[in-house]
């Protein structure tokens, strides 16, 4: 636990009801969603406004304590922990603040959850686009600190592509302004470099984001397979094609079984793979696709294609894919994802390495791919019973991400760096890029309280070590 005098100078800006110190209250937030790695807080604090969180990091920073937001706690790279330090529970700025309909945007708390958004807007006929497979746990805040994607991002982007602005508290506590309702704009684009930083540049309290029209028409389609090789190959045939999805997921056996074990969303259970495929815009727009769809599907599988005959078979099939994660514990007692990104036409011979890696480490993996950003899933199944399976399961995911290096491809696609990929960034960086990067966060944060490591490796392998101890 903090110092007492510290724990009482919060109680003082939150009254001490909101101040949680209790062993056990702790432990619940010494990990996210990923949960091979822990570290148990010095407290809890919980503000009700943009004001108290300013109070609490000049607390914070005039005592030299670490500090980090946290949301729902979904994340799935150990981002929103703190050994130590003070978590900023931010669960209770969860309002939707306005909605704009005319300019297509809302200002909302970043508390607010990521699914409750559209369904206020649906009957304006808007939406908020990214759409996380957590996204009816996963706070807007959370997604804007990670730059989630989802399903639908390869027409529509993520996060950061409908982030307009923000309010956001500093690393000393003064409170700032970034972007605006305003869509162009000469300023320098601190919204971008912002978005994505995973909480180590500030803490943000209010969001504009933009608002997407509703499609007129959704088409989804289920395409089944005998080999993952030509689920991956149909991938690429799709985009050449001319074709851009609203979103192009691939499933794979293993996956599917548990899926249909624990769902039963209708995904055939003999399929070596499926491809979820969703068309939307115009009927002649969508009408025209889904042909094309169909002819280049024939390349590649002789099953029928099929579609998804109403609104609640669209859903059905799309709840198989979006609660395929959670379904693995039909599978094993425990499991570990990455979200690793290769160019989309290394599909294929990433996923060899991953079913390759897996047998290596004597580990199943089951796989589920954005396959149309080239954003894979592997989910590592593995049983924290047996001796080294935890350890095992680690160092099959290190092994996939270095893979996806190897191929040109990225760490992270939508689940942040955080602790789990620490140690991996100067294997995708230079000395000379690691070292800009930790000026420029210099910059916001001199006194590497705000979110400590994360993203950024203390040792940056150039010559320099990052002491960031209190």
Known sequence: MLNPTIIHALQQIVGKKNVLTDADVLNLYSCDGLRLQSSQPGCVVIPNSTEEVSAIVKCCASNN????????????????????????????LNQILEIDIPNRLAIIQPGVINAHLSLETLADGLHFAPDPSSQTASTIGGNLAENSGGPHTLKYGVTTNHILGFT???????????????????????????????????????????????????????????????????????????????????????CIQAVEGKLKAGFPVDAAAILLVELDGDASTTQWEAEQLHNITTQFTCHPIEEAKDEAHRQQL??????????????????YTNDGVVPRHQLTHILNDIYRIGEDHKLKVANL??????????????????SGDKDRAFSCSTDILKCCLEYGGSLTGEHGIGTEKVNL???????????????????FDSQHICNPHKILPTHAGCGEVRNYEN
């Open 425 to 443: 960034m100067d294997t995708m960086f230079t000395s000379t890029q690691l070292n800009l990067m930790m000026n420029l966060r210099d910059l």
């Open 65 to 92: 304590v670490p500090f980090v937001a946290r949301g729902s706690g979904t994340g799935l790279s150990g981002g929103a922990t703190s050994n130590g330090g003070v978590i900023i529970q931010l669960s209770r």
């Open 369 to 386: 791919c954005h396959a149309g950003d080239g954003n894979i899933h592997p989910i590592i199944l593995y049983n924290p019973q047996n």
């Open 168 to 254: 956001m508290v500093m690393p000393d506590g003064n409170i700032e302004k970034f972007g605006s309702k305003h869509r162009y704009s000469t300023d320098l684009d601190l919204v971008g470099f912002i978005t994505g930083s995973e909480g180590t540049l500030g803490i943000v309290t209010e969001i504009i984001v933009n608002l997407v029209a509703n499609p007129k028409t959704r088409r989804t389609f289920l395409i089944t397979f005998d080999a993952v090789s030509h689920a991956t190959e149909c991938v690429s045939a799709i985009i050449k094609g001319s074709v851009i999805p609203a979103a192009l997921e691939m499933i794979d056996n293993l």
């Open 318 to 335: 799309w709840r198989g894919r979006k609660l395929a994660i959670g379904a693995m514990g039909f599978l094993a007692p425990a499991f």
